[in-house]
């Protein structure tokens, strides 16, 4: 960054402003009227970001301009998928920078693994595109602070990927929440178990298939040789590139957790621990077993997560509880529930407490789009902007960077922007760009 950590705080910081409070100044972009639709380019095409176009072509308030993917098999296909299925012509990219050049395109969905996420974004912003980014923001919290500053030095609409923001069940649950229900929080307990979170079985590294960029999909990442479990779905459990569930679905469930308080202040400590074990069997360097804790001024958050199983507290494989001292909520992304005294007095409660809610039954991903479309035409805030994904970002990576130094305890300087005082884990606080990739200024 070429500016100090005060400037960046300055400018950035949500907790001396409150970024609820501040007046976003969207100037610069296309009108876009009512009736007219928003030219969109996609960038990372196979899986999530491919789920965000589809979304957005069932509006009928987009126009799917270009797609951008680093393998060419994956390209074609999506090319061809949104021609037959939508009609709509598209022109295929394979680098997101000829792309970023094309002035037609208003906005871009950044689909690509996590270690591609702030280069991508930093640069859209700089071309005048807003941006909706999937999550976790970034794969650092260096990435995830530059991110911000763009977002905000050149005044882009930014929607980040956390599309519980927008679901239904979880704003039907923090508006009990926020309005005393369950009375005051003292802990909120959050917990992932995924079988995926393994990683894949070990397979021998192999030749790079025809069609894909390996060299380009690596991008700033340090060069490796080439094994199915890197790439395609595979890369989130190598440090490289993603930070296994503790980012990939802490984002998610954390960034709830900080919500039932409107806490938009970074972390102070952080207390972890974590294990790996069938390292032998499987591809993984992301810890197979973690549990993390963040004392907050008068209350506690927990998280905890094993791979390979599919089980945890109340039957669910992940979920949140929220412990007032009145009652408790447990949620997912499917439902909650109080419970408060027995049984039938936790079923009425509940029932009562989402008697006033409109539910109309929309998925939380079609309100996360449609939130999105309409901020870039009215150039208002988005209910997942970059400064709610930066802050549980830095949550989430805080608890592997805790274990990964190898220090477990760590203290937050929010001032200086890192650890008191610690080395090691002052060191992974920003990635060192390779293979001719710069971290980008800001
Ligand atoms: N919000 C959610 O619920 C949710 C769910 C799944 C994934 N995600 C997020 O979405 C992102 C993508 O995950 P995924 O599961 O779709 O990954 P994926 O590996 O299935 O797809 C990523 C695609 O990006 C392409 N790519 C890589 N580098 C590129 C580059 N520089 N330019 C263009 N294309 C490039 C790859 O070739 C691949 O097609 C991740 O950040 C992930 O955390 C979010």
């Known amino acids: 960054m070429t500016h100090s950590r005060r400037d960046f705080l300055k400018r950035s910081s949500v907790s001396a402003v409150g970024f609820g409070l501040l007046r976003p100044d969207f100037s610069y972009h296309r009108e876009i009227s009512p009736n007219e639709k928003v030219n969109v380019g996609l960038i990372g095409a196979r899986n999530k970001g491919f789920n965000i176009l589809s979304h957005m072509l069932k509006t009928g308030q987009v126009n799917c301009l270009g797609i951008c993917d680093v393998d060419k098999n994956i390209m074609e296909q999506r090319v061809e998928e949104v021609e037959k299925t939508h009609g ?28 591609w996420h702030c280069l991508i974004m930093v640069l859209a912003c700089q071309a005048g595109k807003d941006v909706y980014v999937e999550k976790p923001l ?6 995830c602070n530059l991110m911000l500053a763009a977002a905000r030095k050149y005044n882009r609409v930014v929607q980040v990927g956390q599309q519980q923001r927008s679901g239904e069940v979880w704003n039907s649950a923090m508006t009990h929440i926020h309005t005393g229900g369950i009375g005051e929080i003292k802990r909120i307990n959050v917990w992932a178990n995924f079988p995926y979170g393994m990683g894949a079985p070990k397979v021998p590294d ?19 040789a080439y094994n199915p479990n890197r790439v395609h779905g595979n890369w989130r459990h190598f440090w490289d590139y993603g930070g296994g569930l503790m980012t990939d679905w802490g984002v998610h469930l954390l960034d709830m957790a900080l919500w039932a308080k409107n806490i938009h202040h970074e972390p102070k400590s952080v ?15 992301t810890f197979e077993l973690m549990d993390v804790s963040y004392p907050l001024e008068n209350y506690f958050i927990h998280w905890t997560h094993t791979a390979g199983i599919a089980v945890g507290p109340y039957e669910k494989p992940y979920g949140v509880e929220f412990i007032g001292d009145k009652g408790v909520i447990i949620a997912d992304r499917g439902d909650w529930k109080i419970l408060q005294g027995n049984k039938e007095e936790s079923e009425e409660a509940s029932k009562l407490a989402k008697a006033n809610f409109n539910f109309t039954g929309k998925s939380a991903m079609e309100i996360h789009v449609l939130d999105f479309l309409k901020s870039v035409k009215e150039r208002t805030v988005t209910n997942c902007p970059v400064e709610i994904g ?35 884990g002052n060191a992974l606080i920003r990635p060192e760009y390779k293979g001719g990739w710069k971290l980008p200024t800001v």
Request: hydrophobic content about 35%; aromatic content about 10%.
């Open 138 to 143: 970034a794969n650092s919290i260096e990435e």
């Open 206 to 224: 192999k030749a790079i298939p025809n069609g894909l960029d390996y060299d380009f999909w690596q991008g700033p990442a340090a060069k490796r």
């Open 271 to 285: 207390i972890a621990s974590g294990a790996n074990f069938n390292l032998s069997a499987y591809s993984r360097e």
């Open 390 to 424: 930066r802050n549980v970002a830095l949550y989430a990576h805080m608890g592997n960077i805790a274990v990964r130094s190898g220090e477990n305890v760590l203290e937050w300087n929010a001032e200086s922007g890192n650890f008191k005082g610690n080395s090691k």
């Open 88 to 115: 709509q012509m598209v022109r295929s990219y394979n680098d997101f920078r000829k792309m970023l050049d094309n002035k037609e395109i208003d906005a871009v969905v950044i689909g690509t693994p996590d270690h």
